[in-house]
């Protein structure tokens, strides 16, 4: 009778969506029936904010916009048929262009077919593309992505020296406004690249941008070779399934078609409003459970898959920038938040399970299992035992040590790794992010942060021009009080050392 029992609360606390091929196990999450009957009301809630969201109210109040990145997987849920035909046209042109681009249509200096993609971009509108190209890649694609995803100089060196010939490599460049430093740095880098080496960029390049950007502007003016478009209405980190996504997706070669039912497979399934069958409604409950509804803990990401090792960095973005604010929507100060940390299993039993199981307390785990090992044949490495059966046995008994520790934690297991299952993993956590949001009361869909980093390093760069406007009037050494002082800015003098630091060696 105990093992039955045992059985049948363990049947209560497994969520399993059979059209997905997704389980979700808040066994080990120390949750009780009073807790969920508690919170029953506030997800209705959420259930009713998300409803209006999907129907196109605005969500993004800083901006003025909807948020509509349910409606990329599924376009007759947009809330104008002009928007419904503006992703169904767009899916259609990204697949053509993937096509022509594959069987030399439109071919390389070479007369050939390109065969490698150089990706430019930043936050979503790289890590994203960075985590479906990585998950879902091998060595049949269409063609070899590489990225450039930051502003630092000996990092973009070092993706050109890996590229080698640039005669047959596409370049696609995201950037929303076209102003984005990073990307646009790493455009300029891209452009001297190709002029080195005797090319002309604009025949070679591709734009994802908003109408009428900078980025825009300058690819009519310049004659790329084509432009794609984003919207005000899809944020970066929800973009994955846009034209950021699925351009370069398509062009490696990838299954988008999969990738999106996927998502929107898993969009209806999240869209129910029975808690206990909704997978992302019980994890939202389950964060909530975890961190007391203030981050008051880690959310550690432990997918015991080689492919998803990318899994934690996208999530980073779309958790850490949806859920880290400072005020709630009523204003009131409450400084929310998410942290997001993970590698894969089970290098990480090598690394820091150590300190999960017996340091400090503040965190709670979710693990991602994939059922299917591989496509080929099993090799057994010891009687009757696989590698998988091996990564199996980590997993779960992981799972159980921290459970015996009092640590909680999550279990998503997933059928088989493809384009479909990618798909429904992004859409699950996006569906998660957006009823969590709710239940704190915080606007996930912007980021005022963020455009205080900006307006920051712009300030930095005009001192740095200040600073080198004076030094060039100066024929001898000045100490940094000096200089802060001549500059006008004497309260800025940590940062006008740190930028003499800087240009000493450079």
Known sequence: MDTLSSWNRYQQLLCHAPSLGLWLDISRMGCDEAFLHQMEPAMQQAFTEMRELEAGTIA?????????????????????????????????????????IHTGGIPSPTGRPFAKLLVIGIGGSALGPQFVADALGSATDKMTPFFLDNTDPDGMDRVFSQIGDLRDCLVLVISKSGTTKETRNGMLEARAAWQRAGL????????????????????VAEGWLDRFPMWDWVGGRTSVTSSVGLVPAALQGLDIAGLLDGARLCDQVTRGTETRSNPAALMALMWHHATDGHGVKDLV????????LLFSRYLQQLIMESLGKQFDRTGRQVHQGLTVYGNKGSTDQHAYVQQLREGVANFFVTFVEVLQDRAGERLEVEPGVTSGDFLFGFLYGTRQALAEQGRP?????????????VGILIALFERTVG????????????????????????????????????????????????????????????????????????
């Open 409 to 421: 934690s999550l279990t998503i297991t997933v059928e088989r790794l493809n384009a479909r299952t």
């Open 60 to 100: 993004n109040h800083d901006e003025n916009r909807m948020v509509g990145h349910y409606w990329l997987r599924d376009a007759g849920r947009a809330p104008s048929a002009e928007i419904n035909q503006q992703i169904t046209q767009t899916i259609t042109r990204i697949t053509h262009f993937a096509a022509t």
């Open 200 to 219: 002309d960029f604009s025949r070679q390049a591709v734009a994802v941008t908003g109408e009428g950007s900078e980025l825009d502007r300058l690819a």
């Open 435 to 506: 009823l969590y949001a709710s239940l704190i009361n915080v606007n996930a869909y912007h980021q005022p942060g963020v455009e205080a980093g900006k307006k920051a390093a712009g300030a930095i760069l005009a001192l740095h021009g200040r600073v080198r406007e004076f030094l060039a009037t100066q024929p001898g050494m000045v100490s940094p009080e000096e200089v802060a002082a001549a500059i006008g800015a004497p309260q800025q003098v940590e940062t006008v050392y740190a930028l003499l630091r800087r240009m000493t060696y450079n």
């Open 301 to 308: 990401i432990l997918p015991y898959k080689d492919r998803l």
